[in-house]
């Protein structure tokens, strides 16, 4: 012992080699963990197939004789005025192009949307023309147009191609002409809690960098051949650099915007988070305003946020407009906000969690993390269950228990060990879940909360399970993981008279998941009925009236002969009986309100045929609607043609041989500059489940303009044993420090002994 | 002392050794399970694809499958074969390359798309060239000649791929071929229907 402790210093310093080897190596072993797993989470994040929506911005873009290669044209000046009326906003927008090469050329301008904006008017100012759009038939609208095409006239043609995507076509378009397109479109504003909000997706003029897309563009082997035929291919150098695109021009587009506001109830606080703007209050109901800065670099959307001075009671609001023979109205009900809210009734939650073997990786741990995080918030008065479903199903408990603590460790326990696995059969799990033992028991309500990707086929018999057994229940779906099937799962919310919960990524999860449960907390008004004062010639919209849950307004459209006596609105606030009459002469008249009722009523003939998937007659009554309001709808279209030829005969429209088809969001910054867009593009999609519905919506138009979206097609496998080959090389490293330096010790120590 | 120090050194050192050992074993491990799983899949839908043929019905090829055999593709050039199933979920091309969905089926009218995975089914993409032929034989048994026009490399969201177009294939796989990294871009064989073929 004390022989030992007499040679210290010998001891030592082996030992600091040793360990400090040994901290470095662990510390590698860790860098290399953590390397793996972020290699693994990044994968996750670009296997989604969200994009097909990319669109963020109208860009004028000139077919060129390469398939799939495309010039914009310069965007020289854009004009917004927004209107915005109660829950409607009327935008006009006007933008100038020009046409910057020595041909004739087609363009097709393309403009992402909200989707429930209802596209009316085009105008197309070519040289000192004025072209006013006509709605035709989607199929005789091409026709007119190609026509017009072939015939050397110009002629613009608006079509919808998703229903938050429009494009408009311009044929034949001279050297050097200026183009001036205005387009009118209607929406409702988007409401979230007591916010209201607006967005233009501004346009960002689109940079002319052939040298960094050439390499990477869609083919190789074409190599720097033409950039399109607007200039012939010798002159390809001309148009890095064209003439009429001054450098700065590429950054900076000036737009000018008006916006007017009529909130329909007193209002709080007016902001812009992403722009300077020049505000003036009218009234405690009014406002307009202008971007304080004339020039704005169009990089960011603009956003209008306004919100409600407090109010403790539901308010309606009513507003009216006459169209020949009719009347048509829409009618307004904002829920309380504030704090003053009506005691809610205790519900019973039940939880249905898919864990099959599409939810596996980030999908599944964010549906566990969002089910966990709504287990620790059931109230103790609640009861709840929880259901989970592969091709296999548990329902926990056998009826739904009281929210207390052992209940719920065992659910916890439950959830946190489920693991991904198998194959989605949805039908038993939605039916067990809307097996309700107490039908009539009006004391809570019940709430059916269901997390999935939707990866399934058989929605015709989903819908019909929902409608025919949804009784007391309410549904309201959760989407998990970047791409879900969030069109199958907004429809079956609105079947399921609840709503849809997008969740793309983990650090959404406590945000969406807080948003939804602040609706589920607060059921502020069920069984909403309208009763009209003339029911049978009424047409409303939406039919049946969706509860109206805390955040959401309810917005109604009718049409009537004529605009008199009274509507009875009836409800339910917290078990109290709601009533409200309301004088339907009194509104106020307001343009615009006969288009809302047009595209809501489409909007419903969309959805119908999908659940019933009577398409053919649906199809014949909204071509007959979207004709009569004079919309584009997926069945019609806006077109426009000059009669008087403009092109000289035997000139040729380079776009003659082209493909109709265009890349949506054809954005080189986006898709080659900056990867950081691109995920902030990704994000903000997110925001908005019903958008990204739509866009998942397996509408066959959307296939035409930027091909189909292919999926991941790449394993892990590569990646994995790489850095496994790594590991181990590693650990033989190691392994050879280490006998070196027992080797060494050993020697020393040998040494030292002699 | 100096024993206790010797052995606490020893047991870091093994700790750290194993660790490596462990976790490029697993890595590693996990790498050639994906690829067996490839593989054996295709054998096991092989036989769920004979079943089909028989009777014209899908067959799954085990019972909890999401997905099941749609087509088969075969590279005589190669004296390659293999499976397509009726979807492009991850889970799907994991065992064979998948039919993607709004395009129609092989056979169909337009343009039909199959995809597959870069490091199994279809790494042998790279090795098609221009005018080799491709045999698909869609459920009702009937086979289809294809020849091949032209191999791209697109982008997966711009692929300007159009399912209406004229009656055809494309065959999809991700790119480059060697990467690890999975990235937005897809190496695209389209083919045309043989007219040569009878």
Known sequence: MSYRSQRPSVAESPRGWSHSLVLFSTFVCLVLLFIASFIQHAHADTGGL????????????????????????????????????????????????????????????????????????????????????????????????????????????????????????????????????????????????DTFSLRFPMVVAPRYTPKTAEPQLVDFQSGGEGWGTVLPPERNDDLEQPPVLHPDMGKINPVSLTVTLDAGFPLGDITSP????????????????????????????FEMVWKPAATSAPTAALFRERIGNEDYLLVMLTPPSGSVQPEAKPREAI?????????????????????????????????????????????????????????????????????????????????ASLVDRKVSDD???????????????????????????????????????????????????????????????????????????????????????????????TE???????????????????????AKGTLTLRGEVAGQPWEVHMPVAAGETRPGIGKLWARRKIEQLEADAQIAGNWEQNDAEITRVALEHHLVSRRTSLVAVDVTPSRPDGEKLTSKNMPVNLPDGWDYEKVFGEPAIQRAKQASFGASGAMLAMAAAPAAEADASAGLALPQTATDAPALIHGGMLALLLAAMLSALWWLQRHWTSSAWARRQQ | MKALMARKAAVLW????????????????????????????????????????????????WSWADTWP??????????????????????????????????????????????????????????????????VTSIDG?????????????????????????????????????????????????????????
């Open chain 1, 443 to 537: 004391t809570r309500v019940r709430q059916v909360v269901f997390l999935t990707d939707g990866a399934i086929s058989n929605e015709r018999e989903l819908f019909h399970e929902i409608t025919s057994n949804l009784g007391r229940s309410r549904l309201f779906t959760v989407g998990i993981g970047s791409a879900p099937n969030s069109y199958f799962m907004t429809r079956a919310s609105e079947a399921g008279r609840g709503t849809f919960t997008h969740i793309g990524s983990e650090d959404q999860v406590t945000e969406r998941m807080s948003e939804l449960f602040d609706k589920l907390r607060n059921p502020v008004m069920t069984d909403i009925t309208a009763t009209w004062p003339d029911g049978r010639t």
């Open chain 1, 50 to 193: 969200v994009k097909l929506n990319d669109v963020e911005s109208g860009a004028l873009l000139f077919n060129s004789k390469e398939p799939g290669k495309y010039v914009p044209a310069p965007l020289l000046a854009t004009d917004v005025k927004i209107d915005v009326t109660g829950p409607i906003a009327r935008t006009r927008v006007t933008q100038q192009f020009i046409n910057p090469g020595d041909g004739w050329v087609e363009g097709k301008y393309v403009f992402p949307l909200p989707e429930n904006s209802a596209v009316d008017t085009l105008k197309m100012v070519i040289g000192d023309k004025v072209i006013e759009g006509k709605i035709k038939e989607k199929e005789e609208a091409r026709r007119v147009y190609e026509e017009a095409r072939a015939q050397g006239q110009k002629a613009s043609l608006v079509e919808q191609q998703r229903p938050n995507v429009f494009t408009n076509s311009v044929a034949n378009i001279g050297p050097k002409e200026t183009i001036v397109v205005q387009i009118e479109y209607q929406q409702t504003v988007r409401r979230d809690g």
């Open chain 1, 540 to 562: 409303s919209w939406p039919n049946p009236v969706p509860d109206l849950y805390k955040g959401e307004p309810i917005v109604l459209s009718a049409r009537m002969p004529e």
């Open chain 2, 14 to 61: 093994a700790a750290a050794i194993l660790l490596c050992v462990g976790l490029g074993t697993w890595q590693v491990g996990q790498g050639l399970y994906i690829m067996a799983k490839a593989e054996l899949a295709q054998v096991l839908l092989e036989r769920a694809w004979t079943k089909t043929l028989e009777d014209g019905r899908p067959h799954k090829a």
């Open chain 2, 142 to 198: 009937i086979g289809r000649e294809y020849k091949i026009r032209e191999s791209k490399i697109v982008l997966a969201d711009n692929s300007n791929i159009d399912p209406r177009a004229a009656a055809g294939l494309v065959l999809v796989t991700c790119y480059p071929f060697d990467a690890r990294e999975r990235g937005p871009l897809r190496y695209a064989v389209f083919a045309n229907e043989n007219p040569d073929a009878i």
């Open chain 1, 351 to 431: 939880f249905v969690i898919d864990n099959s073997g599409s939810m596996s990786g980030p999908s599944m741990d964010q549906a566990k993390e969002s089910l966990l995080w709504a287990l620790n918030r059931l109230n103790p008065g609640d009861t709840f269950n929880v259901i989970r479903f592969d091709d296999t199903l548990t329902v926990l408990f056998p009826d739904a228990v009281p929210a207390h603590g052992e209940n719920l460790a065992v659910a916890k326990k439950f959830v946190k060990n489920l693991e991904a696995n198998g194959g989605t059969e949805m039908l038993p799990a939605l039916r």
């Open chain 1, 274 to 301: 992403h722009h300077k703007i020049a505000l003036k209050r009218d009234g405690e109901r009014k406002a307009s305003l202008t971007l304080a800065e004339e020039l704005v670099p169009a990089n960011r959307d």
């Open chain 2, 70 to 135: 749609v087509a088969k593709i075969e590279f005589p050039s190669l004296g390659e074969s293999r499976i397509v199933l009726s979807n492009t979920s991850g889970e799907a091309l994991a065992f064979g390359p998948g039919h993607l969905l709004g395009s129609p089926l092989p056979g169909g009218n337009g343009t039909s798309v199959i995809a597959g995975h870069r490091d199994t089914h279809f790494s042998l993409l790279r090795d098609l060239k221009n005018d080799d032929i491709v045999i």
